[in-house]
T-cell receptor, first 114, second 112 residues
Framework: DTEVTQTPKHLVMGMTNKKSLKCEQH?????MYWYKQKAKKPPELMFV???????INESVPSRFSPECPNSSLLNLHLHALQPEDSALYLC?????????????FGDGTRLSIL | QQQVKQSPQSLIVQKGGISIINCAYE??????FPWYQQFPGKGPALLIA?????SEKKEGRFTISFNKSAKQFSLHIMDSQPGDSATYFC???????????FGTGTRLKVLA
């Protein structure tokens, strides 16, 4: 079992729906990440939160809206998604210091857009 | 210059054999090199990582070899087992950033 928990594991939604992905970690990490992963491809960074503030936005479309309510929780709000947004969405966390620290991934949410 | 090139794309190894996956980078500012293992339906799991001040790091059957002058690093899996069948990603990052640059991945299959 991973120490980064993501819910739901699977999500099917229409292009007009609004849904949210949730991520939780209790390792005391202060950096949290959202990645998108397509089949047979490496993870692509979307957002980074450091100490609950948005640190990096990799030019992600506004239909994806991240939120970090506290140091343990990370949400990704979804609205008006496109079929090409179907992918595995991964959350990760790391200690959050500026020096390199390993990122720990959850098992992801498999998102399908109808 | 931000790329990490990973090879081979796929690899088939007999049980008990050695699996070798290679990565090369251009940016000499990279100073952290992790390897991740990903099973189908799961997230990537950190396997082993190395910093450029050492040339080799071993953890159980997994060894990273690092060649700073050649800007290359590789993962060796000794005594490969069918349970090692997964996709492996190398990555690189540099101090002061949270960004990993991932390789394209290697799908390993270990035959029983």
């Amino acid at each position: 079992d991973t120490e980064v928990t993501q819910t739901p594991k699977h999500l099917v939604m229409g292009m007009t729906n609004k849904k949210s992905l949730k991520c939780e970690q209790h390792m005391g990490h202060r950096a949290m990440y959202w990645y998108k992963q397509k089949a047979k491809k490496p993870p692509e960074l979307m957002f980074v939160y450091s100490y609950e503030k948005l640190s990096i936005n990799e030019s992600v479309p506004s239909r994806f809206s991240p939120e970090c309510p506290n140091s343990s929780l990370l949400n990704l709000h979804l609205h008006a998604l496109q079929p090409e947004d179907s992918a595995l969405y991964l959350c990760a966390s790391s200690q959050g210091t500026v020096s390199n620290q390993p990122q720990h991934f959850g098992d992801g949410t498999r998102l399908s857009i109808l | 210059q931000q790329q990490v090139k990973q090879s081979p794309q796929s690899l088939i190894v007999q049980k008990g054999g050695i699996s070798i996956i290679n990565c090369a980078y251009e940016n000499t500012a990279f100073d952290y090199f992790p390897w991740y293992q990903q099973f189908p339906g799961k997230g990537p799991a950190l396997l082993i990582a190395i910093r450029p001040d050492v040339s080799e790091k071993k953890e159980g059957r997994f060894t990273i070899s690092f060649n700073k002058s050649a800007k290359q690093f590789s993962l060796h899996i000794m005594d490969s087992q069918p349970g090692d069948s997964a996709t492996y990603f190398c990555a690189a990052s540099r101090s002061g950033t949270y960004k990993y640059i991932f390789g394209t991945g290697t799908r390993l299959k270990v035959l029983a």
